[in-house]
């Protein structure tokens, strides 16, 4: 008799709130798969204390050339051909614009830091579009984008500790 009532009482309830919370907990859950599968995250290399030290926009192409210091790090990740971004600080006469481009061509020179030490490279900027003369001497940071990753790769590099 006992089970007959619970058997009834089980047949009585009405499950379509917990089916549709799973329903759309499932949904989320493919979602965020497919996206993290799908979808690449750019990667940067960021260079501080990045300064014009030789400005050129009538040659053809117009480049300049930047010394930056770069995380020791990103000496073996940055190579020619990558896209660039050069952000003027206020300090400038051009403060807060945004110069994009890409590397042309990547100098050390003679002087080397401590070990740790942020590493001085000189990198030959090529930018897009030149919309006025990039000053010699104007400063910021020269963000380098080295790759581009799926989150889940990021995260499975989190989980391991890479």
């Not at 058997?7 to 919370?21: K, V």
């Not at 995380?71 to 110069?99: H, K, M, N, W, Y």
């Not at 942020?118 to 104007?138: D, M, Q, S, T």
Request: charge should be positive; glycine fraction near 8%.
């Amino acid at each position: 008799m006992l089970f007959s009532r619970t058997h009834r009482a089980l047949g009585s309830d009405a499950p379509r709130a917990w089916l549709a919370l799973v329903a759309v907990a499932s949904s989320f859950v493919v979602a965020v798969t497919i996206w993290s599968l799908c979808v690449t995250v750019p990667m940067y290399e960021v260079g501080e204390r990045a300064r014009i030290v030789v400005s050129s926009i009538l040659t053809a192409p117009p480049h300049a050339w930047l010394n930056a210091e770069f995380p020791p790090s990103a000496e073996e990740r940055l190579r020619p051909g990558q896209p660039a971004r050069l952000r003027l600080t206020s300090s400038s006469p051009f403060a807060d614009r945004v110069i994009t481009g890409r590397i042309d061509e990547i100098g050390r020179p003679s002087r080397r830091g401590e070990a740790g030490a942020p590493v001085p490279l000189r990198v030959k900027f090529l930018p897009a579009v030149v919309a006025g003369p990039l000053e010699i001497g104007a400063g910021g940071t020269l963000e380098v984008e080295t790759d581009r990753l799926h989150p889940a790769d990021l995260v499975l590099r989190w989980a391991v500790g890479r």
